[in-house]
């Protein structure tokens, strides 16, 4: 991994999707498919009329004859299967699971438009899709499927294991629950606005509906060292860095992929939304992992809190880690990989 030198500066692509031949954007990633290794393998299925683009991977000497467990990965908002729901998804296939990591709709690789339409129903049923898809998938135990979920995909995939108890386990890295910080802002520091950027949401949503231009939150020219310097929030200064200039993955074929933008028209279904609502129906063992010098740490401690109804559950501290870093700084990846692994060996 290239490190990021002279403050926000450095190497403007650390991990360069253009040199991968399945154009992943993390370090260690698979350059090619060798016997008796993890392999990767695209795939692309269909969920609510769309095309949904996907990578699977399956373990050292994977026999389709045999049968494996396997674990959903959902990667975090703005992101694509190639950034750290990939990195996951390989580490874990590493562990003997064939893992599945897919761009949801309206995103990435996946078809829809508008593109960057951001809906929590689309993103829960992204997780549902996924698991319908894998297991089915050659080798796979429909038995013993778990489900992991990253940043935004952590709050998703809350929402997907209170109901969908083909997940027989569910873990969060970094949990962000979108609906709370789209409504109340980041640390809730924007509640005394909510009611104008709802009129703003519900004016993009007329908008479209008359055919004009779809507004977008975010995106654009890509941000200044000043800029990021000025932003509040840690977690948005090296999100920035982490999708724009170390492990971007700016195009793919027709689609645009990572980039952060999302329809103002989203904010009407994300400000009704919250991870956390009914969260008491989660019964599976649940893992949840989070930096411990995270400022989203708040948003895994409130929703570990109320989910009372999980049979056996931890919240991990990854010490010194900040939210971002848990996506690609070695140590920390270890760390969650060795809580990672012993809650699925346990679980699955």
Same mark, same amino acid.
């Not at 231009?213 to 000025?230: E, L, N, R």
């Not at 840690?234 to 999100?239: A, D, I, P």
């Not at 948003?299 to 939210?323: C, N, P, R, V």
């Given at each position: 991994? =290239?490190?990021?030198?002279?403050? @926000?500066?450095?190497? $403007? ?8 031949? @399945? ?5 260690? =990633?698979?350059? +090619?498919? /060798? ?10 299925? %269909? ?21 494996? !467990? ?5 990667? !975090?908002?703005? *992101?694509? +299967? ?11 296939? /590493? ?24 809906? !929590? ?44 108890? %083909? ?17 109340? &802002? ?11 950027? #709802? ?15 779809? !507004?977008?939150? &975010? *995106? *654009? $020219? ?10 509040? @929030? /840690?977690?948005? %200064? ?20 990572? *980039?952060? $933008? ?30 411990? +010098? ?41 760390? =969650?990989?060795?809580? #990672?692994?012993? @809650? ?5």
């Amino acid at each position: 991994m =290239a490190a990021i030198v002279g403050g @926000f500066g450095g190497p $403007a692509l650390a991990e360069d999707y253009r040199q991968n031949p @399945f154009t992943l954007a993390y370090g260690g =990633a698979i350059a +090619k498919n /060798e016997p008796g290794k993890v392999n990767i393998h695209p795939v692309k299925y %269909r969920l609510g009329g769309l095309d949904i683009a996907a990578n699977v991977y399956t373990p050292a000497n994977y026999d389709p004859k045999k049968k494996y !467990p396997a674990i959903v990965v959902a990667h !975090p908002n703005g *992101g694509v +299967k190639e950034q750290v729901a990939g990195l996951y998804a390989q580490r874990l296939a /590493e562990q003997g699971y064939i893992t599945i990591a897919m761009d949801a709709a309206y995103q990435g690789g996946s078809g829809g438009q508008p593109r960057n339409v951001d809906k !929590p129903a689309y993103r829960t049923e992204d997780i549902h899709g996924a698991a319908d898809f894998i297991t089915r998938y050659a080798g796979v135990d429909a038995e013993r499927l778990g489900l992991l979920g990253i940043c935004g995909g952590g709050g998703y995939s809350l929402a997907a294991a209170k109901t969908d108890k %083909r997940f027989k386990s569910v873990a969060t890295l970094s949990m962000f629950n979108s609906g709370r910080v789209r409504r109340n &802002g980041f640390e809730d520091s924007q509640l005394n606005t909510i009611q104008d950027r #709802l009129r703003q949401a519900s004016e993009a949503r007329a908008q479209e509906a008359a055919g004009g231009k779809v !507004p977008y939150v &975010g *995106g *654009g $020219a890509a941000a200044t060292d000043a800029q990021i310097a000025a932003m509040p @929030f /840690e977690m948005y %200064r090296e999100g920035t860095v982490y999708y724009e200039r170390t492990h971007g993955h700016p195009d793919s074929g027709a689609y645009p992929n990572s *980039g952060g $933008a999302y329809t103002v028209s989203s904010l009407l279904d994300l400000m009704r939304w919250d991870a956390t609502d009914q969260i008491d129906l989660i019964d599976q063992p649940l893992l949840m992992i989070a930096g411990g +010098k995270a400022d989203s740490l708040y948003m895994s401690e409130d929703a570990f809190a109320k989910a009372t109804g999980a049979k056996d559950k931890e919240l991990f501290k990854i010490d010194g880690a900040t939210h971002i870093e848990t996506y690609w700084v070695p140590k920390y990846v270890d760390a =969650a990989m060795g809580r #990672l692994t012993a @809650f699925y060996a346990k679980n699955l």
